[in-house]
């Protein structure tokens, strides 16, 4: 898609002759999606870039955050950064069709079990528009408009060093520039509206939503390995043939590994194609087991001297050794035509 608008220009539909602002009543919906920043990212070296937005439609309280993906942990993530953001949950939450939400069979759009479990812990409903109706959804669509306009320009004049640095100065650009400002439709600051919102809004939940990112993985012999996005992670030797829980906290930069609900390990991320991220105690448990069945060879190859053997390399002779002098082969004939000493 980007690259058709940048050959032939960004398609615009004529604009209806009449329009009028949808409007909503306090506490009774919000509005989120994502937008692709991957252009940015890239020029910043930030790599992959989405902004996840989300408002309020009776304040106009906006909320930006920057993430690497846009998969449903993300979406999760930045719905809950949102309500606390703005200190509580409205009824409905309205979006367009995400493929990481649910999906659409016979023109109807249906909500996948972890998106109804999510709404459900906050108290709010779902509710996805129809094809084709960005109105409905305009009050998240057009600021997204002034982030491109505005904040990420500015952000282009001194380029952020990571996407943290990037969700800090657009907290303190929101608070300063759009939040105080009076609205062109309500003719009120979202600020000020959000104080008397506020107390509509539907409380947070006591234990914050966990959403972390699940999946199942079976560990398979002979290594004691994992794989995760590509990139192999060890667990204890003793669960090779074992079913283990992956976790990956969103933006963490670590992985948990669980089994029978109890943490077996964490690791830091790996890269990929940089090799498996071991932990040096199932390296070392591997390594044994693996070496085990060859031990008693390995005793018998190996002989270390002792620290007080002499310094010409002799052996010192204990009780019941005794010294052989070497064999001279010049003395026996090899069978060859020639001398032992030749030989």
Not at 50 to 78: I, K, M, N, Q
Not at 185 to 211: H, M, N, S, Y
Request: net charge neutral; glycine share 10%; with cysteine.
């Amino acid at each position: 898609m980007r690259h058709l608008r940048s050959v032939r220009g960004v398609r615009r539909r004529r604009s209806p002759g009449v329009s009028v602002p949808i409007e909503t009543a306090a506490g009774a919906e919000f509005q989120f999606d994502w937008s692709d920043c991957c252009d940015w990212g890239e020029t910043w070296g930030l790599g992959d870039l989405y902004c996840f937005g989300a408002v309020l439609c009776f304040s106009r309280r906006r909320y930006w955050w920057f993430a690497p993906s846009l998969d449903r942990p993300h979406t999760f993530e930045g719905l809950v950064r949102f309500f606390e953001d703005v200190g509580g949950v409205a009824a409905l939450g309205r979006t367009d069709r995400m493929g990481c939400l649910g999906t659409t069979r016979g023109g109807v759009f249906r909500f996948c079990p972890e998106a109804l479990d999510f709404a459900r812990c906050h108290g709010f409903a779902f509710k996805a528009c129809r094809s084709r109706d960005a109105k409905r959804k305009g009050k998240t669509e057009r600021p997204f408009g002034e982030l491109n306009a505005s904040f990420m320009q500015e952000m282009a004049l001194d380029p952020p060093a990571s996407i943290g640095e990037l969700n800090a100065r657009a907290g303190r650009w929101l608070e300063v520039y759009v939040h105080p400002r009076t609205h062109r439709i309500t003719k009120e600051a979202p600020a000020a509206r959000l104080e008397a919102e506020a107390p509509l809004l539907g409380p947070l939940p006591r234990v914050r939503f966990d959403t972390a990112r699940r999946e199942v993985r079976v560990v398979n012999a002979p290594l004691p390995l994992i794989e995760v996005d590509t990139v192999p992670y060890s667990v204890p030797p003793g669960l090779v043939g074992a079913t283990v829980e992956v976790r990956l906290p969103v933006d963490a930069g670590t992985l948990e590994i669980r089994h029978g609900g109890n943490l077996v390990v964490t690791h830091r991320l790996g890269i990929p194609g940089e090799g498996p991220v071991w932990d040096p105690a199932h390296r070392a448990a591997a390594e044994a087991i693996a070496l085990a069945p060859h031990r008693r060879h390995l005793r018998s190859a190996v002989i270390a001297a002792p620290d007080d053997a002499p310094a010409d390399g002799g052996l010192e002779l204990g009780a019941g050794d005794y010294d052989v002098a070497p064999v001279d082969l010049a003395r026996y004939d090899l069978g060859c035509g020639c001398s032992g000493a030749g030989a």
